[in-house]
Protein backbone atom coordinates (compact mmCIF):
# COMPACT_ATOMS: atom_id res chain seq x y z
CA UNK A 1 0.00 0.00 0.00
CA UNK A 2 1.28 3.62 -0.88
CA UNK A 3 1.75 6.22 1.95
CA UNK A 4 -0.60 8.90 0.92
CA UNK A 5 0.65 12.64 1.39
CA UNK A 6 -0.30 14.37 4.85
CA UNK A 7 -3.17 16.75 2.56
CA UNK A 8 -4.90 13.04 1.46
CA UNK A 9 -4.37 11.68 4.73
CA UNK A 10 -8.03 10.52 6.33
CA UNK A 11 -9.23 12.78 8.72
CA UNK A 12 -11.71 12.44 11.81
CA UNK A 13 -14.15 14.30 9.89
CA UNK A 14 -13.83 12.08 6.73
CA UNK A 15 -13.76 9.24 8.66
CA UNK A 16 -16.99 9.74 10.76
CA UNK A 17 -19.08 10.39 7.24
CA UNK A 18 -17.09 7.35 5.64
CA UNK A 19 -17.79 5.49 8.75
CA UNK A 20 -21.75 6.75 8.49
CA UNK A 21 -22.11 5.67 4.77
CA UNK A 22 -20.43 2.81 5.03
CA UNK A 23 -21.23 1.01 7.98
CA UNK A 24 -24.54 -0.28 7.17
CA UNK A 25 -23.62 -1.34 3.11
CA UNK A 26 -20.52 -3.72 4.84
CA UNK A 27 -23.22 -4.79 7.58
CA UNK A 28 -25.58 -5.80 5.09
CA UNK A 29 -22.94 -7.63 3.41
CA UNK A 30 -21.22 -8.94 6.45
CA UNK A 31 -24.89 -10.53 7.57
CA UNK A 32 -25.61 -12.42 3.85
CA UNK A 33 -22.42 -14.34 4.56
CA UNK A 34 -22.42 -15.01 8.95
CA UNK A 35 -26.18 -15.36 8.50
CA UNK A 36 -26.00 -13.31 12.35
CA UNK A 37 -26.58 -9.24 12.76
CA UNK A 38 -24.84 -9.00 16.26
CA UNK A 39 -21.78 -11.01 14.71
CA UNK A 40 -21.64 -9.26 11.46
CA UNK A 41 -22.18 -5.73 13.20
CA UNK A 42 -18.87 -6.47 15.60
CA UNK A 43 -16.91 -7.76 12.74
CA UNK A 44 -17.57 -4.62 10.67
CA UNK A 45 -16.55 -2.60 13.91
CA UNK A 46 -13.68 -4.17 14.49
CA UNK A 47 -12.63 -3.95 10.42
CA UNK A 48 -13.37 0.32 10.80
CA UNK A 49 -10.97 -0.10 13.75
CA UNK A 50 -8.51 -1.61 12.03
CA UNK A 51 -8.22 0.35 9.22
CA UNK A 52 -8.40 4.04 11.67
CA UNK A 53 -5.49 2.35 13.08
CA UNK A 54 -4.00 2.68 9.34
CA UNK A 55 -5.63 5.91 8.35
CA UNK A 56 -2.35 7.41 8.01
CA UNK A 57 -1.72 5.71 4.85
CA UNK A 58 -5.28 5.97 3.49
CA UNK A 59 -6.85 8.44 1.53
CA UNK A 60 -10.85 8.95 1.30
CA UNK A 61 -11.02 6.74 -1.95
CA UNK A 62 -8.71 4.50 -0.82
CA UNK A 63 -11.04 3.80 2.74
CA UNK A 64 -13.72 2.10 1.70
CA UNK A 65 -12.51 -0.43 -0.57
CA UNK A 66 -9.56 -1.06 2.15
CA UNK A 67 -12.20 -1.94 4.86
CA UNK A 68 -14.69 -4.03 3.05
CA UNK A 69 -11.46 -6.34 2.11
CA UNK A 70 -10.90 -6.25 6.20
CA UNK A 71 -14.65 -6.69 6.67
CA UNK A 72 -14.36 -10.14 3.70
CA UNK A 73 -11.33 -11.23 5.78
CA UNK A 74 -12.84 -10.91 9.06
CA UNK A 75 -16.45 -13.04 7.29
CA UNK A 76 -14.04 -15.79 6.11
CA UNK A 77 -12.29 -16.43 9.27
CA UNK A 78 -15.69 -16.53 11.20
CA UNK A 79 -16.68 -18.66 8.57
CA UNK A 80 -13.88 -21.01 8.84
CA UNK A 81 -13.79 -20.59 12.64
CA UNK A 82 -17.80 -22.27 12.34
CA UNK A 83 -16.61 -24.51 9.90
CA UNK A 84 -13.95 -26.21 12.08
CA UNK A 85 -16.34 -26.09 15.21
CA UNK A 86 -18.99 -27.56 13.10
CA UNK A 87 -16.90 -30.59 11.88
CA UNK A 88 -15.31 -31.03 15.43
CA UNK A 89 -18.93 -31.16 16.24
CA UNK A 90 -20.00 -33.53 13.63
CA UNK A 91 -17.69 -35.98 14.36
CA UNK A 92 -18.33 -35.85 17.82
CA UNK A 93 -21.88 -36.79 17.40
CA UNK A 94 -20.45 -39.36 14.75
CA UNK A 95 -18.78 -41.09 17.38
CA UNK A 96 -21.35 -40.45 20.17
CA UNK A 97 -23.95 -42.00 17.23
CA UNK A 98 -21.73 -44.75 16.76
CA UNK A 99 -21.19 -45.45 20.47
CA UNK A 100 -24.95 -45.16 21.01
CA UNK A 101 -25.81 -47.58 18.27
CA UNK A 102 -23.27 -49.88 19.10
CA UNK A 103 -25.04 -49.79 22.91
CA UNK A 104 -28.46 -50.40 21.14
CA UNK A 105 -27.58 -52.91 18.98
CA UNK A 106 -25.72 -54.60 21.89
CA UNK A 107 -28.45 -54.67 24.55
CA UNK A 108 -31.12 -56.29 21.60
CA UNK A 109 -28.38 -59.07 21.60
CA UNK A 110 -28.43 -59.41 25.10
CA UNK A 111 -30.56 -62.13 26.34
CA UNK A 112 -29.97 -61.87 29.77
CA UNK A 113 -31.73 -65.47 30.57
CA UNK A 114 -29.14 -67.14 28.12
CA UNK A 115 -26.45 -64.86 30.08
CA UNK A 116 -28.05 -65.85 33.39
CA UNK A 117 -28.46 -69.48 32.41
CA UNK A 118 -24.98 -70.32 31.06
CA UNK A 119 -23.28 -68.19 33.68
CA UNK A 120 -25.36 -70.57 36.55
CA UNK A 121 -24.72 -73.81 34.82
CA UNK A 122 -20.96 -72.48 34.75
CA UNK A 123 -21.31 -72.17 38.70
CA UNK A 124 -22.87 -75.34 39.28
CA UNK A 125 -20.77 -77.58 36.80
CA UNK A 126 -17.53 -76.02 38.85
CA UNK A 127 -19.52 -76.56 42.31
CA UNK A 128 -20.22 -79.99 41.09
CA UNK A 129 -16.95 -80.88 39.89
CA UNK A 130 -15.22 -79.70 43.21
CA UNK A 131 -17.21 -82.73 45.52
CA UNK A 132 -16.64 -85.97 46.07
CA UNK A 133 -17.45 -88.46 43.55
CA UNK A 134 -20.27 -89.90 45.53
CA UNK A 135 -21.81 -87.14 46.60
CA UNK A 136 -21.80 -85.66 43.04
CA UNK A 137 -23.51 -89.16 41.53
CA UNK A 138 -26.54 -88.77 44.28
CA UNK A 139 -27.21 -85.11 43.75
CA UNK A 140 -27.26 -85.69 39.91
CA UNK A 141 -29.27 -88.77 40.03
CA UNK A 142 -31.31 -86.58 42.23
CA UNK A 143 -31.65 -83.13 40.69
CA UNK A 144 -30.91 -83.95 36.85
CA UNK A 145 -32.10 -87.91 36.71
CA UNK A 146 -35.32 -87.40 38.79
CA UNK A 147 -34.62 -90.19 40.92
CA UNK A 148 -36.13 -90.77 44.48
CA UNK A 149 -33.40 -91.15 47.72
CA UNK A 150 -35.62 -94.70 47.98
CA UNK A 151 -34.63 -95.33 44.32
CA UNK A 152 -30.87 -93.57 44.68
CA UNK A 153 -30.25 -95.64 47.91
CA UNK A 154 -31.60 -99.24 46.73
CA UNK A 155 -29.38 -98.51 43.80
CA UNK A 156 -26.29 -97.69 45.36
CA UNK A 157 -26.50 -100.17 48.19
CA UNK A 158 -26.71 -97.25 50.83
CA UNK A 159 -29.32 -95.71 52.95
CA UNK A 160 -32.06 -93.35 52.75
CA UNK A 161 -30.52 -90.98 55.23
CA UNK A 162 -27.01 -91.11 54.01
CA UNK A 163 -28.61 -90.21 50.55
CA UNK A 164 -30.07 -87.53 52.07
CA UNK A 165 -26.83 -86.52 53.81
CA UNK A 166 -25.15 -86.47 50.60
CA UNK A 167 -27.77 -84.61 49.05
CA UNK A 168 -27.66 -82.20 51.88
CA UNK A 169 -23.95 -81.46 51.52
CA UNK A 170 -24.03 -80.60 47.87
CA UNK A 171 -26.76 -78.47 48.53
CA UNK A 172 -24.37 -76.54 50.51
CA UNK A 173 -21.42 -76.51 48.30
CA UNK A 174 -24.57 -75.02 45.71
CA UNK A 175 -25.56 -72.34 47.96
CA UNK A 176 -22.64 -70.63 48.49
CA UNK A 177 -21.48 -70.81 44.69
CA UNK A 178 -24.99 -69.77 43.48
CA UNK A 179 -25.62 -66.72 46.06
CA UNK A 180 -26.50 -64.09 43.71
CA UNK A 181 -28.95 -66.60 42.04
CA UNK A 182 -30.23 -68.41 44.53
CA UNK A 183 -33.86 -66.34 44.25
CA UNK A 184 -34.14 -67.88 41.02
CA UNK A 185 -33.09 -71.16 41.78
CA UNK A 186 -34.53 -72.06 44.88
CA UNK A 187 -37.01 -74.25 44.03
CA UNK A 188 -34.64 -76.27 41.66
CA UNK A 189 -32.10 -76.27 44.22
CA UNK A 190 -34.01 -76.77 47.63
CA UNK A 191 -36.52 -79.36 46.72
CA UNK A 192 -36.27 -82.55 48.37
CA UNK A 193 -37.14 -86.01 46.32
Known amino acids: MESVSSGEMLDLAAFDRLFGEYRPRFIRFAVSYVTDAAVAEDLVMESFMAAWERRALLSEKSFPPYVLVIVRNKCLNHLRSRQVRLRAEEDLNSHRARLL ?4 STLEACEPAQLFSDEARR ?14 EIFQRSRFRGESYKEIAASMGTTVKSVEFEVSKAMKSLRVSLRDYLPLFYLFLLIDK
Not at 124 to 136: S, W
Open 101 to 104: ELRV
Open 123 to 136: LVDETLARLPERTR
